[in-house]
């Protein structure tokens, strides 16, 4: 079985799981390094991590001594375990707005459609996005809870959670439980008019980018940018033998996130990225025979084929 087949197989069931999965009474926790949304409500079967987080950067200061602080310590240590034991694949093999980004994908291949092209200034420009998407997610919450207010601000409800109130999940993951609320505005004030209206925009930018490019909102998305801060680290690497490259170029021809940055590497084994999603689709691609490899705590779990190559040609 090809690795993009198996790919496709694991991201639908963990779509079933983690938008179904409270149905049948799997609940994988809040803290997930991926976006399961918890707007679907309570047939969901697992929450993402970033609104717990915009949750307790609202805390004042003094309320991370005692309970809050433990509450706030075991939420950071499952988020980062589940992280580290997985690494990226969680964005290339679990998360839910990938698996919709990667069917529009396919969408647009049957349609015969060619995909849009980035110039590479422009996309390491773009990528930078995600960096203040971050910074929004968490300077404005601790601004709400702490010094800049002293805790007493008034501020409406609406800003509060800033970036799930735009973030393209919002409306369209509860789709799938039949919950149609978030779309559209929402006329109740002037925050709640601004905010939705927001909401809307960015998921129709969403929409029609992923149409165009592919995996075009992970190169947006801050769950990307705070696991970038720990990558190296994590169980699951991407690795290069850069003596066996030939300089071929494929790995960045068929990478979803464009990164030529394994292409270009000549020295380091690690060629583990901020924007790789560890879909392995360079090494189900590469030529030469463990050129490239995935490594699990650096134990080879697969490698690159010729013979492989061969047979996708064939098949």
């Not at 799997?26 to 987080?53: D, E, Q």
């Not at 799938?176 to 601004?194: A, E, K, L, Q, V």
């Not at 169980?235 to 170029?249: E, M, V, Y």
């Amino acid at each position: 079985m090809k690795i993009s087949r198996l790919r496709l197989i694991i991201q639908i069931c963990s779509f079933v799981i983690l938008v179904y999965g409270g149905l049948i009474a799997i609940n994988l926790g809040n803290n997930l390094p991926t976006f399961a949304c918890p707007y679907v409500g309570g047939s969901r079967g697992g929450g993402c991590f970033l609104m717990p987080l915009q949750r307790l950067l609202e805390l004042p200061f003094e309320s991370y001594a005692g309970y809050w602080g433990l509450n706030i310590a075991i939420a950071f240590l499952i988020f980062f375990g589940l992280f580290i034991l997985f690494n990226k694949a969680w964005c290339g093999w679990v998360c839910p707005l990938g698996l919709i980004q990667d069917l529009i994908t396919m969408l647009r291949k049957q349609l015969n459609i060619r995909k849009t092209i980035f110039s590479w200034n422009l996309h390491d420009r773009l990528k930078l996005i995600k960096y203040g998407f971050l910074g929004l997610m968490t300077l404005l919450p601790i601004g709400i809870g702490n010094p800049i207010c002293n805790g007493q601000c008034r501020v409406s409800p609406d800003l509060y959670l800033p970036f799930c109130q735009i973030c393209p999940a919002k409306p369209l993951m509860p789709m799938f439980s039949g919950d149609f609320s978030h779309i559209g505005i929402n006329f109740t004030n002037c925050s709640t008019i601004i905010m939705s209206s927001l909401s809307m925009i960015v998921l129709g930018i969403f929409l029609v980018g992923s149409f165009f490019k592919e995996r075009f909102f992970c190169s947006f998305c801050p769950m990307s940018a705070l696991m970038s801060l720990f990558d190296r680290i994590g169980f699951i690497g991407l690795r290069k033998d850069n003596s066996k490259c030939t300089s071929c170029g494929i790995c960045a021809r068929v990478c979803p996130m464009d990164i030529r940055e394994v292409y270009l590497e000549e020295e380091k084994e690690n060629v583990l990225t901020q924007d790789c999603m560890l879909c392995l689709k360079c090494i189900e691609y590469c030529p030469e025979d463990n050129a490239l490899r995935g490594t699990f705590i650096t134990k080879k779990f697969f490698g690159s084929s010729r013979k492989g190559l061969f047979k996708r040609q064939d098949g």
